[in-house]
């Protein structure tokens, strides 16, 4: 699922129900007890980094596991030092992505 939608504007259990998850499968992607994520989709204030967190596996589809420093490094460098060169492969990467 990818959605434009932010978190803020989404209820988590309204996601979590698109995803077709139960709340243990849901919630345990971002590191949140079961019991925890309920209190959360139940009207609990959510904390920015859980927020954040949820935005980017669950709504972004980002395996965080996969997420190395060293390739933010390469980003960062990209985005700053060779710009063209980052718009060029981001591109390529969006059309491969749709591709298959």
């Keep these: 699922m990818n959605t434009s939608k932010s978190t803020d504007k989404s209820e988590p259990r309204e996601i979590r129900r698109k995803l077709g998850l139960n709340q243990q499968q849901f919630w345990s992607k971002i590191g949140v007890t079961q019991s925890?994520?309920?209190?959360?989709?139940?009207?609990?204030?959510m904390p920015r980094p859980v927020r954040e967190l949820l935005r980017l596996v669950h709504v972004e589809q980002i395996d965080i596991q996969r997420i190395k420093r060293e390739d933010m490094d390469v980003i960062e460098y990209l985005k700053s030092e060779?710009?063209?060169?980052?718009?060029?492969?981001?591109?390529?990467a969006k059309a491969k992505k749709k591709t298959g």
């Excluded at 925890?36 to 204030?45: A, F, K, M, T, V």
């Excluded at 060779?82 to 390529?92: A, G, H, I, N």
């Design 36 to 45: 925890g994520g309920s209190r959360y989709e139940s009207g609990r204030n």
């Design 82 to 92: 060779e710009s063209e060169l980052y718009k060029t492969l981001k591109k390529s």
